[in-house]
């Protein structure tokens, strides 16, 4: 029997909620090691408020045919980050067209957004679905590469200092290697936070390496609740160029106090080749974190040595659909643990959030599994943290969110020097011969 | 000479032919464009799909990479010209499916083509009704000293935005079977053209542009060769020919063509 469930979504944003009834079921795909940028850019001025989310219009982002977009972290607009983006009407497939025209923006702080303002970047991967297309390779011509070549103003902050700089963007995209590393996001102070709160904390310093780009690893690691994004606090940087991550911005789904040592959460640092092939390793050392859980309904630490990993991601993945196991009525701003319909995950395996909202009422930030568990173990996923842009009600039954289902081969830090020498000597190699 | 305010241009060539698409932009430039989307067609990249991870990595970055270097290039030259690029699109062997989403995305106004399979080109561009010129050589000369524009009866002559000083108007009326009827439709034919051409003769004098014309009787294919008894430096062809007239045309013509 098949089983089916709801996908609701908003005949145009903000206008009428509508659904349709699909199928569950689980897509298995291919992603291409070249991945492009897409820069957010909002269409209209609009005042935002720490922590209450926005709906922003944006300039219109065209998204070919067999592609799929994620978030690349690192704070991009000094008021805040964008959470997940609308197509309007019913969600289109993988394989079609695509058309971005607003934003989720969860403002860090009181602002004025401004036409032009460049507020996010997309990750845009890829992909092949078909059974036996996506068991063979890309070719060149299954990746089209469209980029807009546009004037943005870039807005960030420097010690409470705000500037608005102008430039012209030309992010053309660059090759992923498939080969990162976990960076600890470690709390270096003591704060109290209250439920839907949400706070830049600042954090032991990371220093990221040329070409290396930064995204979310799903599962919240802090039982309060989950690090959104990461701050750099100066000009943002290139991707080619060193960066420093100085905070994280936190958002809580309970009451309760973070405290210095914490793990707030954990971000995948992929090492990538662009025009510059600058490419660096730095050696990494173990480090110290508490690890604050739930147990028994109360929260309890644990003081763990994190020892430094390396992983390599797998061409192949999949999409695993977050489905509502409750009736909950939400309203904007207010963050909510939402059950959901039970995932197995099988060891070896990362999670990274999908994005194009696929609930009309707001988008999933993180996900929570059923009690301590590495990635190099099997899982199970017991509920979504979900960021509600609009009042309403949730069914039971009805489409949350999709999260990418990555396999990855985890290693001590160590191999991950082979494995980048071997990638940069024939990037290199490529590089030499072309340029 | 007028200037229309800040048109979109579309200029979709191979990367070896870049030199005179900027050439021919940079003379369109005069008439009011300004912005350029680029789309750089390459036709390596339709080879079997690698079967190894390491496989496909590593051909795609040589193809990759090879064809964003040049692209860089091309947007490097075009806006050292003066000229605003406004996007790019690399398009590895699917020419008219990338032509089409841009121009229904971005809508430009005029299309450079420089390309070496007119044909191709010609099928993408021919129903879209904006104005495009095709290129297929290096050196494109002084593009606008010397035009011929060949009218079809009964359609708008749609290449004002383009008019410089002195235009040469041709009508072609092709011989039609049998004689008898031949002739009185011919001459018919004849009528409507001269009269058309003298309308957009008495339009262009008040814009102080000088438009001798004529109307011949013959193959489409002869304005390849009154274009080069005229010397002339650009043919305009109204779009009401036809695409296989006009097919017709590119093929043997050697100047640059421009579609209206």
Same mark, same amino acid.
Request: with cysteine; glycine share 6%; hydrophobic share 40%.
């Given at each position: ?32 090691? %070249? ?50 983006? %609308? ?14 025209? /607003? ?74 290697? /498939? ?38 690893? /799903? ?30 911005? %936190? ?161 001590? /830090? ?22 | 000479m007028p200037r ?5 241009s ?7 032919f870049?030199e005179s698409g900027i050439a021919a932009l940079l003379k369109l430039h005069e008439f009011g464009v ?32 090879? !064809? ?13 010209s003066g000229l ?18 841009? !121009? ?6 005029v299309?450079v083509?420089v ?16 104005a495009?010129m095709i290129i297929k050589q290096k050196d494109i000369g002084d593009l606008f000293e010397k035009t011929i524009y060949?009218? !079809? !009866? ?5 290449f004002?935005k383009f008019a410089v000083n002195k235009i040469y ?40 542009i000088e438009f001798e ?13 009154i274009a080069e008894e005229k010397e002339a430096t650009l043919v305009i ?16 013509l050697e100047k640059p063509l421009m579609?209206?």
């Amino acid at each position: 029997m098949l089983n089916l469930m709801e996908i609701a979504y908003w005949n145009r944003v903000g206008g009428v909620v509508e659904s349709i009834e699909s199928e569950e079921k689980t897509y298995r795909y291919r992603v291409a090691p %070249f991945t492009q940028w897409k820069v957010i850019i909002a269409e209209d001025d609009i005042d935002v408020k720490k922590g209450r989310p926005v709906v922003i219009r944006i300039k219109d982002i065209h998204l070919p045919e067999n592609t799929i977009i994620g978030p690349l972290s690192i704070m991009r607009h000094a008021y805040g980050s964008v959470v997940d983006v %609308f197509e309007e009407g019913i969600p289109k497939k993988v394989e079609e067209k695509k058309r971005l025209t /607003h934003t989720i923006f969860l403002p860090v702080d009181n602002g004025v957004i401004r036409s032009g303002d460049l507020i996010g970047v997309l990750k845009v991967f890829f992909v092949k679905v078909g059974t036996i297309s996506r068991r063979l390779g890309f070719s060149a011509g299954d990746i089209k590469l469209r980029e807009e070549i546009v004037r943005a103003r870039m807005v960030y902050r420097d010690d409470g200092n705000i500037y608005r700089d102008e430039i012209k963007t030309k992010f053309f995209g660059y090759f992923r290697s /498939h080969i990162a590393e976990w960076e600890p996001l470690i709390a270096d102070e003591n704060v109290e936070i209250g439920k839907g709160e949400m706070m830049r904390i600042n954090i032991k310093e990371i220093d990221l390496p040329p070409n290396t780009v930064v995204t979310p690893l /799903h599962i919240m690691r802090h039982a309060l609740g989950t690090v959104v994004d990461v701050v750099q606090l100066e000009r943002p940087r290139k991707v080619e160029e060193e960066k420093k991550v100085t905070q994280a911005i %936190f958002i809580a789904s309970r009451d309760g106090r973070i405290e210095r040592g914490d793990l707030l959460g954990v971000m995948n640092v992929y090492y990538v080749a662009t025009g510059d092939l600058k490419l660096e390793l730095r050696d990494k050392k173990a480090t110290i974190a508490k690890i604050a859980y739930e147990k028994n309904g109360r929260m309890v630490r644990k003081g763990l040595r994190l020892q430094r990993f390396a992983y390599r991601r797998k061409p192949i993945a999949r999409w695993e659909l977050l489905i509502s196991d409750e009736e909950r009525r939400v309203s904007s701003g207010r963050i909510e643990e939402i059950r959901i319909k039970p995932l197995q995950i099988e060891a070896n395996t990362i999670l990274y959030p999908l994005y194009i909202m696929r609930n009309p009422f707001g988008t999933v930030i993180d996900i929570i599994q059923e009690g301590l568990k590495k990635v190099e173990e099997e899982r199970v996923i017991t509920g979504a943290l979900f960021l509600p842009a609009f009042d309403g009600l949730i069914k039971r039954g009805q489409l949350l969110g999709v999260v990418n289902v990555y396999s990855v081969e985890v290693k001590p /830090h160590e191999v991950l020097r082979k494995w980048f020498n071997e990638w940069t000597e024939e990037m290199r190699r490529i590089h030499a011969q072309v340029v | 000479m007028p200037r229309w305010f800040n048109m979109l241009s579309l200029l979709i060539l191979n990367p070896e032919f870049a030199e005179s698409g900027i050439a021919a932009l940079l003379k369109l430039h005069e008439f009011g464009v300004r912005d350029v989307y680029v789309i750089c067609l390459h036709e390596r990249g339709q080879g079997l799909p690698a079967l190894s991870e390491k496989g496909e990595t590593y051909s795609l970055a040589e193809k990759k990479i090879w !064809a964003i270097r040049n692209a860089e290039k091309i947007i490097d030259d075009v806006e050292k010209s003066g000229l605003n690029v406004t996007g790019l699109s690399i398009s590895f062997g699917n020419a008219i499916e990338e032509l089409l989403h841009v !121009a229904e995305s971005f809508s430009p106004e005029v299309i450079v083509a420089v390309v070496k399979n007119v044909d191709e080109i010609l099928k993408g561009v021919y129903n879209l009704d904006v104005a495009t010129m095709i290129i297929k050589q290096k050196d494109i000369g002084d593009l606008f000293e010397k035009t011929i524009y060949v009218h !079809a !009866a009964g359609c708008e002559w749609g290449f004002e935005k383009f008019a410089v000083n002195k235009i040469y108007g041709l009508g072609v009326v092709e011989p039609t079977l049998p004689p008898e009827s031949s002739s009185r439709i011919m001459e018919e034919r004849k009528k409507v053209l001269k009269y058309e051409l003298n309308r957009i003769r008495d339009l262009l004098r008040e814009r102080n542009i000088e438009f001798e014309n004529e109307v011949v009787t013959g193959s489409i294919s002869d304005v390849a060769k009154i274009a080069e008894e005229k010397e002339a430096t650009l043919v305009i062809v109204s779009r009401g020919h036809g695409i296989n007239r006009i097919g017709r045309v590119a093929k043997i013509l050697e100047k640059p063509l421009m579609i209206v």
